[in-house]
C-alpha cells in the first residue's frame, strides 16, 4: 500500500493555536490576539493507494483561502494561506497519475476550510464526513463558527460516515473502510467534537493520519493540548489515546500541519524514532 503526503500549499496560525495557553474560553480566544505568527506550515491531505480505489484523506487547502471573508475574525487576525490553483490536491494527484475517477472516496477527518477545500475536482468520488462534523459546519451557524458551507462545491453530496460502538485499540469508536480491514476511521475527539482519523494498517507497522487530532508529533508525545479544542479535558484524552496506540505498535504518526511528517513518511519513521531522538536530544543538552 502507497501512501502519498499532498502538500496543498501553506498556512500560517498563531502560536497559541499550535499550543493552546490558558483554560477554557481564553484559552480559544487567545490566537485572535496574539501577536505570534508560526512559520509556514504545510496543509498536507494524504491519499492511499488501495486496491479497492484511491482513498484521499481531508482534500487540503484550495486557492479561494486567499480571499476570506472579512467579516470573520479569526479569518481576519488568525490565519494566512498561501496556495496556488496548481496546489489543490486535484492537480497535485493527476501529476500523479492519479485521475478524479481513480479517488474512490475522500474521507474528511473534519471540516475545517483547509481540509474540505478542493473538492470540486473529485465529483465522482464518495464523500464521507461525521453527521455530526457537517452539521456543526452547515448553515449561518457553520458560517459563524468559521467553516466556509457557502464554498461547498454543487457536487457535494457527502455520505455519514458514523462510527460503531466499537472499539479499535484505545480508540472507543471506529469504522473498517475497506473489505481486508487495512483501513479504519476512529474517532479522535477533540480539535473538533467530531474529529476522526485514519489508520493504514501495513504489516506490523500503522500509519496514522491524524490530520489535526494534534498539530505536530511533538504536541501529541507531549499532550499538549491546542488553542482550538472546546473541550482540555477530551483533546487530552484522545491525544493519551494516541500514545497508547503508538505504544502498542510500530506507527508513523502523519498530522496535516507537520513540517517534518511528509520525511517521516518517506523514511517510515516511527513514534518510537522520534522519542529516542528527542531522548537523545535531551541527554544531551543535559
Ligand atoms: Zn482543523
Request: with cysteine; aromatic share 6%.
Amino acid at each position: 500500500m502507497r501512501i502519498h503526503a499532498i502538500e496543498t500549499g501553506r498556512v500560517q496560525i498563531k502560536a497559541s493555536q499550535i499550543a493552546g495557553r490558558g483554560h477554557g474560553l481564553a484559552r480559544r480566544l487567545a490566537p485572535l490576539t496574539d501577536s505570534q505568527w508560526s512559520a509556514w506550515l504545510p496543509t498536507i491531505a494524504y491519499a492511499i493507494e488501495h486496491r479497492d480505489g484511491v482513498i484521499l484523506v481531508d482534500s487540503g487547502a484550495s486557492a479561494g483561502l486567499m480571499r476570506l471573508p472579512r467579516w470573520h475574525p479569526y479569518f481576519r487576525f488568525a490565519v494566512r494561506f498561501d496556495i496556488e490553483p496548481d496546489d489543490e490536491a486535484g492537480p497535485q494527484l493527476r501529476a500523479l497519475g492519479i485521475g478524479p475517477s481513480d479517488v474512490r472516496r475522500v474521507v474528511l477527518t473534519h471540516m475545517h476550510i483547509d481540509h474540505d477545500g478542493g473538492l470540486g475536482a473529485f465529483p465522482q468520488s464518495e464523500i464521507l464526513v461525521s453527521p455530526g462534523e457537517l452539521e456543526v459546519a452547515s448553515g449561518i451557524a457553520g458560517q459563524i463558527r468559521g467553516y466556509l458551507p457557502q464554498r461547498w462545491p454543487k457536487s457535494f453530496d457527502p455520505k455519514p460516515l458514523a462510527l460503531d460502538s466499537v472499539a479499535y485499540g484505545p480508540f472507543a469508536c471506529s469504522r473498517r473502510l475497506t473489505a481486508d480491514g487495512a483501513i479504519v476511521a476512529v474517532a479522535t475527539p477533540g480539535h473538533t467534537r467530531d474529529h476522526l482519523s485514519v489508520i493504514v494498517e501495513d504489516g506490523e507497522e500503522a500509519f496514522f493520519i491524524a490530520c489535526d487530532a494534534s498539530y505536530n508529533e511533538g504536541a501529541m508525545l507531549a499532550g499538549q493540548v491546542d488553542g482550538v479544542s472546546a473541550d482540555e479535558g477530551v483533546a487530552s484524552a484522545t491525544l493519551g489515546a494516541i500514545r497508547a496506540f503508538a505504544a502498542s505498535r510500530p506507527t508513523i504518526y502523519l498530522p496535516a500541519h507537520d513540517p517534518d511528517a511528509a520525511r517521516r513518511l518517506a523514511k517510515r519513521r516511527t513514534t518510537r524514532d522520534s522519542h529516542s531522538v528527542m531522548s537523545e536530544q535531551e541527554a544531551g543538552a543535559k
